[in-house]
């Protein structure tokens, strides 16, 4: 069965540090890979998709994600964070094998910026 | 551009109570779903619908029903509301295909005394 684990619950960084979201799946074929952002009282917003190819994918915002086959991650990175970017971030696996469009969410991470 | 539409945004009901909470997509998408969002537990989905005139079972459908009304609408029912789906729900919706990237409602939140 598919899951996503996100290990940090809460990362707080510096404006204008970097900034490393970690997040590891379990899935037995090349998964569907996705990164959304929620903004307090808004709906989920996709920064990043991974499908197949080039292991590194480029989102909006200056996110990007790496997918990394051999220890089943897909990390969300930004070289310089900006106080607009606190907000609560999902990485989420879809089954290739499926046709369904389902998709698990793992836990969250929420960041916080300080100024 | 509406995309994704949920109503009400916010209600309190009293255990018991039934509601029906309502989304509807414009962007012609094939795939809609409802998930609940605790704190702690990320989105679980509910139920979904991969297509018009179909419906399936997610990861906590009890206690809910749903009902793929056409192709741009898709509501979630609660027939008999209790204390433990005191959650905020959300609404999604995508071109059918597990690659496809899912579009969500801006949620509604429920509390249930």
């Known amino acids: 069965a598919q899951s996503v684990t996100q290990p940090d619950i809460h990362i707080t960084v510096s404006e204008g540090a970097s900034l490393e979201l970690r997040c590891n799946y379990s899935?037995?074929?090349?998964?569907?890979l996705f990164w959304y952002v929620q903004s307090p009282g808004q709906g989920l917003q996709l920064l990043l998709k991974?499908?197949?190819?080039?292991?590194l994918v480029q989102g909006i915002k200056g996110f990007e994600a790496e997918f990394k086959r051999s220890q089943s991650s897909f990390n969300l990175r930004k070289p310089s964070v900006h106080w607009s970017d606190a907000a609560e971030y999902f990485c989420?696996?879809?089954?290739?094998?499926?046709?369904?469009?389902?998709?698990?969410f793992g836990q969250g991470t929420t960041l916080q910026v300080k100024p | 551009n509406a995309g994704v539409t949920q109503t009400p945004k916010f209600q309190v009901l009293k255990t018991g109570q039934s509601m029906t909470l309502q989304c509807a997509q414009d962007m012609n998408h094939n795939s809609m779903y409802w998930y609940r969002q605790d704190p702690g537990m990320g989105l679980r989905l509910i139920y979904y619908?991969?297509?018009?005139?179909?419906?399936d079972k997610g990861e906590v459908p009890n206690g809910y029903n749903v009902s793929r009304l056409n192709k741009r609408e898709f509501s979630l029912r609660l027939e008999s509301a209790a204390p433990s789906q005191t959650s905020v729900y959300f609404c999604?919706?995508?071109?059918?295909?597990?690659?496809?990237?899912?579009?969500f409602g801006d949620g509604t939140r429920l509390s249930i005394l």
């Open positions: 999604a919706s995508s071109l059918q295909g597990s690659n496809q990237p899912q579009h």
């Open positions: 989420a696996v879809g089954a290739s094998s499926s046709n369904t469009g389902k998709l698990i």
């Open positions: 899935y037995g074929a090349t998964p569907y």
């Open positions: 619908s991969a297509s018009e005139g179909t419906t």
């Open positions: 991974y499908f197949s190819g080039d292991t």
